[in-house]
């Protein structure tokens, strides 16, 4: 048990960032199921836009030691209410998504993380690669 579980409203860029990670070909998927990936697990959007679908993301985090909370740095919406983190028994960190784009709002993303639970705060370019390091060093230790 030593995986990474991304929670994210659909859109977040859970999946992008994953593909980068893995050093896969960057394209667009909507996540249909859970996936699992070396040591990682995708969780649907759905899952945490719709607070009945919690326990799911409760139960995957069993397999996981670490729980990533992902923000679209563009979106204006936020899914994760206050003290979302709590009710995971690990740590819990926050990844902010998308921040080479001209409608990024990283600390709008960034202060609602931290009031979900998020321990520490990684901010990320898929495109750019910015931030793919550090995210790639907080992957490896969990492996």
């Given at each position: 048990m030593?995986?990474i579980i991304?929670?994210?409203k659909?859109g977040?860029?859970?999946t992008t960032?994953?593909q980068?990670l ?7 998927k ?12 995708d969780?649907?959007?759905e899952y ?6 919690y326990?799911?993301i ?5 397999d ?9 740095s563009?979106s204006?919406?936020n899914f ?8 995971f028994?690990?740590k ?19 202060v609602w993380?931290k009031n ?6 990684y901010m990320?370019s898929?495109y750019t ?5 550090q995210?790639s ?7």
């Amino acid at each position: 048990m030593k995986d990474i579980i991304f929670v994210g409203k659909q859109g977040a860029g859970k999946t992008t960032l994953i593909q980068k990670l893995l050093n896969e070909k960057l394209e667009y998927k909507k996540t249909q199921a859970v996936e699992y990936y070396p040591n990682i697990i995708d969780t649907l959007g759905e899952y945490l836009e719709n607070p009945r679908y919690y326990n799911a993301i409760i139960t995957l985090s069993f397999d996981a030691n670490l729980v990533a909370l992902v923000h679209d740095s563009t979106s204006s919406e936020n899914f994760f209410p206050p003290g979302f983190g709590a009710m995971f028994n690990k740590k819990v960190v926050g990844i902010i998504t998308k921040i080479d784009h001209e409608d990024s709002d990283i600390k709008r993303s960034e202060v609602w993380l931290k009031n979900a639970g998020a321990t520490h705060i990684y901010m990320v370019s898929s495109y750019t690669n910015e931030g793919i390091e550090q995210i790639s060093r907080l992957f490896s230790k969990q492996i």
